[in-house]
Structures are given as structure tokens and as C-alpha cells.
């Protein structure tokens, strides 16, 4: 089983920046894809952000060109840095790993995902 742990949430003023971590552990190797989902209450978990072990990476309309996802293999860790946060970014985030391989690029679609953190909150006041 693969663990996943987030951290680096919490409150932060609209505009500012929040760099979130998601640390693996137990078996870790060969993951395809790695990715970042949210999720408020009432609606759907909906993909972030995904990166292969290869270093393509895929964002959902709404963050692109103000999240960047990272990942650094040799420490089982991957990042995602958001800047220029707004209100409507607040929600649940959560990292995962999905071990179906045979897309080119990482999907955002959390079916393909399997193992999942416990989540970090990000709050953006205005």
C-alpha cells in the first residue's frame, strides 16, 4: 500500500500564495501518475493538477497559469505551488496516486487514481 499525507494548507488572504505538499511512503515506486484534487462539500471531487513520472503535467482550466505541480521522485514528494488564490479556490485538497498506466498525459480524472491522502484545507478569504 502507498501512504499519502498532505500538508501545507490553511488560511491565506485573496492574492496570496500556499505551496502544498503530499509526502509518499510504502511501496512508491513506479507510480504513472500523480495528481491534486479538490473538493467543497456538496459537490464533486474535480482534478487540480496531474504529473506523470516523466515530468508532463496536465491543469484544469481554472488553474492554469497560477498552480504549478511538481514532483521530486527521489523523495517521494509531490508539490503544488498556488499563487494568485481567490475565494473560489478554497476547498479540500487532496493528493493521489493512480498506478493505470497507458495515458500520455496524466489524466485529471479521479477514477484513474486509487490511492488517496487524508486531505489539507486551503482557505482564501477576500
Known amino acids: 500500500q502507498v501512504q499519502l499525507v498532505e500538508s501545507g494548507g490553511g488560511s491565506v488572504q485573496a492574492g496570496g500564495s500556499l505551496r502544498l505538499s503530499c509526502a509518499a511512503s510504502g511501496y512508491t515506486s513506479g507510480i504513472p501518475y500523480m495528481g491534486w484534487f479538490r473538493q467543497v462539500p456538496g459537490e464533486e471531487r474535480e482534478g487540480v493538477a496531474a504529473?506523470?513520472?516523466?515530468?508532463?503535467?496536465s491543469y484544469a482550466d481554472s488553474v492554469k497559469g497560477r498552480f504549478t505541480i511538481s514532483r521530486d521522485n527521489a523523495k517521494n514528494t509531490l508539490y503544488l505551488e498556488m499563487n494568485s488564490l481567490s475565494p473560489e479556490d478554497s476547498a479540500m485538497y487532496y493528493c493521489a496516486a493512480g498506478i493505470r498506466g497507458g495515458y500520455f498525459l496524466p489524466p485529471l480524472g479521479r477514477s484513474v487514481y486509487t490511492a488517496w491522502g487524508q486531505g489539507t484545507q486551503v482557505t482564501v478569504s477576500s
Open positions: 504529473i506523470s513520472t516523466g515530468g508532463r503535467t
